[in-house]
């Protein structure tokens, strides 16, 4: 019966151990999870209190973009009627209407002429840029034919191109489609291009291509050759695929850009070889890119540039347009 006692004792005994033993490991496990949750909510309140913090920076960066934009665009349009009229006496003096210059007089009216016709487009620009940022540009869409507008943006640009020692040559069929779009802004976007073709390019000539190309992955037949380049299609396939494109090329034989510098051109006020800084008519605005590319992406669609050093350069105005099984769909 002693033995049978101790043994009762000894179990009582490794019972209430092994209970202190279970409640301490529980009492630990429940201070754990509480610190764990402690922590957890405190990270939570410091991220709420951080994301808190970034949501009023960017609705103050958001704000301060606004205003300057908006002073942008407001100051440009302030100082565009004052210098219309400087241009406008300018030529008037350059005309004769007050009277025949002298040949000592007539040299710095001419330097006068140039530096107020820079001056009045990087206002005109600054403007254009302004209102795009403060979303002031409104798109007039319209159907038109692409064909008979492009020859008449060539001809309007011709002049400047002979006058560079520049050939030309387009491409732009009358079976191109007919589509929807702004012709304003269009206009604005292949001048902006061809002036920027002429400025770097010393010798050869410009190019103007315009064609339809099919962002869609059909597959051609075993040995067809393609209606496009290969890169083209792929270029409209990484617009949009399954989509139908009317790509209007600009194409120079001019200085071309380096891969680094392809996306920085579109940047405002960036320029690549720009020149010297007393060369104003080469070096320019560094704005017509960039007023170029968002007024193409206004219009739904892109401007993209392929370039090679010394050898060119290739801008491309994607627009896109729907095909007649579009329609019907």
């Known amino acids: 019966p002693g033995d049978k006692?101790?043994?009762?004792?000894?179990?009582?005994?490794?019972?209430?151990?092994?209970?202190?033993?279970?409640w301490v490991l529980g009492a630990?496990?429940?201070?754990?999870?509480?610190?764990?949750?402690?922590?957890?909510?405190?990270?939570?309140?410091?991220?709420?209190?951080?994301?808190e913090e970034l949501e009023r920076l960017y609705q103050e960066v958001a704000k301060a973009n606004r205003m300057k934009s908006e002073f942008l665009a407001n100051v440009s349009h302030e100082l565009r009627t004052p210098l219309n009229a400087i241009v406008g006496f300018a030529e008037m003096l350059k005309d004769g209407t007050y009277g025949e210059l002298t040949p000592r007089q007539a040299l710095p009216e001419d330097h006068n002429a140039t530096s107020t016709a820079l001056l009045r487009e990087l206002v005109d620009r600054l403007l254009d840029i302004g209102k795009i940022a403060a979303g002031r540009v409104q798109v007039h869409s319209e159907e038109m034919s692409l064909s008979p507008f492009v020859l008449d943006v060539v001809a309007e640009m011709e002049p400047l191109l002979k006058e560079r020692g520049l050939s030309l040559s387009i491409s732009a069929g009358s079976s191109l489609p007919r589509i929807k779009t702004d012709p304003t802004h269009l206009r604005q976007i292949l001048i902006n291009l061809m002036g920027n073709a002429a400025k770097y390019t010393a010798a050869g000539g410009i190019q103007i291509r315009a064609r339809v190309v099919d962002g869609s992955n059909e597959h051609r037949a075993e040995g067809e050759k393609p209606q496009v380049p290969d890169t083209l299609a792929d270029a409209a396939r990484g617009l949009g695929a399954g989509r139908s494109w009317v790509a209007l090329?600009?194409?120079?034989?001019?200085v071309g850009i380096a891969d680094e510098d392809r996306e920085r051109v579109f940047d405002e006020f960036?320029?690549?070889?720009?020149?010297?800084?007393?060369d104003s008519a080469h070096r320019g605005t560094g704005l017509g890119l960039a007023?170029?590319?968002?007024?193409?992406?206004?219009?739904?669609?892109?401007?993209?540039v392929v370039s090679e050093p010394g050898r060119g350069s290739t801008f491309t105005v994607w627009l896109p347009f729907e095909t007649r099984d579009e329609k019907r769909a």
Not at 28 to 51: F, K, M, S
Not at 291 to 304: E, K, V, W, Y
Request: aromatic residues 2%; without cysteine.
């Open 5 to 22: 006692l101790d043994v009762r004792v000894a179990n009582t005994q490794s019972g209430r151990v092994l209970s202190w033993s279970l």
């Open 270 to 278: 960036e320029q690549v070889d720009a020149g010297a800084r007393t």
């Open 291 to 304: 007023i170029s590319r968002r007024l193409a992406r206004l219009l739904g669609g892109d401007l993209t």
């Open 249 to 254: 090329q600009v194409s120079d034989t001019g």
């Open 28 to 51: 630990l496990a429940l201070a754990a999870l509480w610190a764990g949750l402690v922590r957890e909510r405190r990270q939570a309140v410091h991220l709420a209190g951080r994301a």
